[in-house]
């Protein structure tokens, strides 16, 4: 077996000295790519500087560069310089996290909407594909997104959690799905199992958003009550049950997905 987790914030305290023994576990389990998340300048550069080291030949990590809607707050004079700096290494293969979140607003709207504007430009002047977080906002980001797909060669809304309408609405947009362990939610995930099967096998991707998110159906539920990619595996079998797919089947169409997508290489 082979599964790509998508979103992995390895600069996250909780995984400090435990990067190169997650790693290890992880491929052992059959999660042998993952595609490390950069929500900032600074823990953009964090990623990236964890990927160089953990994995210099570059067979298993790659990471987005981008400013996320929590942050955009805090773009400045030379925050798009910067993004377009990081974005020149090879490891950096695609643009975000970026978006929109009108469900906890730590940014104002606007700075939100002006920063996805700047990056979405970004990605298209790079040719690289984004990496969405969306939170009651599907509407707008939809509105926003319709001015640049043409341009823009590909995106994957990250952490899927919405409705069937806006599910429909970015894959009528030809966008990525990605599914985390929500999905084993029995309170809050419901609604997913019953959608999952409707997402086209090549637009689908799997990812934990390590170390949050853990499944709550996952047993044994280790101590710390944090999330790693090795229990990617956990998310697969349910999502693979739920599509009537074999997890084969599924680790076989959501692989290939995410290698093109993230420029991953074939192992």
Known sequence: MHLIDIGVNLSHSQFHGREAEMLEQAIAAGVKQWVLTGTSLAESQAVLTL??????????????????????????????????????????????????????DFSPRPQQESALHAQLELACQLNKPVFLHERDASERLLGILREYRDSLPAAVVHCFTGEKAALYAYLDLDLHIGITGWICDERRGLHLQTLVK???????????????LLPRSLRPKPKSNRNEPRYLTWIAREVARLRGESLEQLSTHTTQAAQSLFRLPML
């Not at 790659?62 to 310089?81: E, Q, R």
């Open 198 to 212: 409707d997402i086209p096998a090549g637009r689908l991707l799997l990812e934990t958003d390590a170390p949050y």
């Open 51 to 104: 990927a160089e080291q953990l994995d210099p030949h570059g067979q298993h990590l790659v990471c987005t560069a981008g400013i996320h809607p929590h942050d955009a707050k805090d773009w400045h004079s030379s925050t798009l310089s910067d993004l377009h700096a990081l974005h020149q290494h090879a490891r950096v293969t695609a643009v975000g996290e970026c978006g929109l979140d009108f469900n906890r």
